[in-house]
């Protein structure tokens, strides 16, 4: 089965299907990579990038210092008694939902409610890992990974070449997930964009449940941005692994932190082919600000290697 693509004038571009079931997944396979467009960017290049994000970032501080000001003036000082929560010094309302989140792993108890809607297995299947009707991991298998890295070059206008590395450490439930991205721009400039989560993750693969393997993960953590000046935030991830089958897989890695005091919205969709330990990976990563996508947006080959 061959399905083409015409691209301008130019010779047509022919994707072979790998048979039957890889004939099931060409029209995801084909609507991915037309959907991966770019659209109009905030900034010619990086360093300009940088610079508007810093003139930004003041104004809204200016902004914030009124704001809070005028609220001063005008709030009474016994506001956030009563029905509602209150927040003093650095608390905060997110400063508590981290501390939630960090918390909640640590209560719960994966096995038990497995083993009260399955009386029929013993308590020592569940700790060979057999819950679900299934598995968590498989040697090679992408999906909850003990080791996973991924290698991917990256295509934007304002930049010669665009490193991103990310790693995965983990058993079962728990994870590191780091990703360092380098931009590197004709005159030289380089900008730094590195992230770091512990994860919580469930998944693995059960065909009572949904056909393949799957992995759903919550992550914590902080991110940098190094270029003419440094920035760190705080960061929250959603990622999302579904492999139907060993040889091919779709995974979405959502991500949200701020460069300063402007928030950012940095999202990644890629299709995988390849076999157990080792896949070749094609996808697009945007990062949004405020309804428009960043110069730093664009799309990326790379390979993945998991354990």
Same mark, same amino acid.
């Given at each position: 089965?061959?399905?083409?693509?015409?691209?301008?004038?130019?010779?047509?571009?022919?994707?072979?299907?790998?048979?039957?079931?890889?004939?099931?997944?060409?029209?995801?396979?084909?609507?991915?990579?037309?959907?991966?467009?770019?659209?109009?960017?905030?900034?010619?290049?990086? /360093?300009?990038?940088?610079?508007?994000?810093?003139?930004?970032?003041?104004?809204?501080?200016?902004?914030?210092?009124?704001?809070?000001?005028?609220?001063?003036?005008?709030?009474?000082?016994?506001?956030?008694?009563?029905?509602?929560?209150?927040?003093?010094?650095?608390?905060?309302?997110?400063?508590?939902?981290?501390?939630?989140?960090?918390?909640?792993?640590?209560?719960?108890?994966?096995?038990?409610?497995?083993?009260?809607?399955?009386?029929?297995?013993?308590?020592?299947?569940?700790?060979?890992?057999?819950?679900?009707?299934?598995?968590?991991?498989?040697?090679?298998?992408?999906?909850?990974?003990?080791?996973?890295?991924?290698?991917?070059?990256?295509?934007?206008?304002?930049?010669?070449?665009?490193?991103?590395?990310?790693?995965?450490?983990?058993?079962?439930?728990?994870?590191?997930?780091?990703?360092?991205?380098?931009?590197?721009?004709?005159?030289?400039?380089?900008?730094?964009?590195?992230?770091?989560?512990?994860?919580?993750?469930?998944?693995?693969?059960?065909?009572?449940?949904?056909?393949?393997?799957?992995?759903?993960?919550?992550?914590?953590?902080?991110?940098?941005?190094?270029?003419?000046?440094?920035?760190?935030?705080?960061?929250?991830?959603?990622?999302?692994?579904?492999?139907?089958?060993?040889?091919?897989?779709?995974?979405?890695?959502?991500?949200?932190? /701020?460069?300063?005091?402007?928030?950012?919205?940095?999202?990644?969709?890629?299709?995988?082919?390849?076999?157990?330990?080792?896949?070749?990976?094609?996808?697009?990563?945007?990062?949004?600000?405020?309804?428009?996508?960043?110069?730093?947006?664009?799309?990326?080959?790379?390979?993945?290697?998991?354990?």
């Amino acid at each position: 089965m061959t399905a083409k693509l015409p691209r301008n004038n130019a010779e047509p571009f022919v994707v072979r299907a790998p048979g039957r079931l890889g004939g099931r997944f060409l029209p995801i396979l084909l609507v991915a990579g037309v959907s991966l467009v770019a659209v109009n960017t905030r900034a010619a290049s990086l /360093r300009e990038r940088e610079q508007e994000i810093a003139e930004r970032s003041e104004k809204k501080k200016k902004d914030k210092e009124e704001s809070s000001a005028k609220s001063s003036a005008a709030v009474p000082s016994s506001l956030g008694s009563g029905t509602y929560p209150s927040f003093s010094g650095d608390d905060t309302f997110f400063g508590s939902f981290w501390m939630w989140v960090i918390a909640a792993p640590f209560r719960y108890n994966p096995w038990e409610p497995r083993v009260a809607m399955r009386p029929d297995v013993a308590e020592e299947g569940w700790d060979d890992g057999e819950g679900f009707g299934g598995h968590w991991h498989e040697w090679g298998e992408q999906t909850i990974p003990y080791a996973r890295v991924d290698y991917n070059f990256q295509f934007i206008d304002t930049a010669d070449s665009v490193h991103d590395v990310r790693f995965e450490l983990g058993y079962r439930l728990f994870g590191f997930l780091g990703r360092m991205t380098r931009y590197t721009e004709p005159d030289g400039f380089t900008l730094d964009l590195n992230q770091y989560y512990g994860m919580f993750r469930v998944g693995g693969a059960d065909l009572n449940l949904i056909p393949g393997a799957f992995e759903l993960g919550i992550g914590v953590g902080m991110v940098s941005h190094a270029g003419d000046s440094r920035d760190t935030s705080a960061a929250f991830t959603l990622p999302l692994k579904y492999y139907p089958i060993d040889y091919f897989g779709i995974e979405f890695r959502p991500a949200w932190y /701020r460069w300063q005091e402007i928030m950012i919205g940095d999202y990644d969709i890629s299709a995988s082919l390849g076999g157990r330990f080792v896949q070749m990976r094609c996808g697009y990563r945007w990062i949004w600000d405020d309804g428009k996508v960043d110069v730093q947006s664009g799309t990326y080959v790379g390979v993945s290697v998991s354990l």
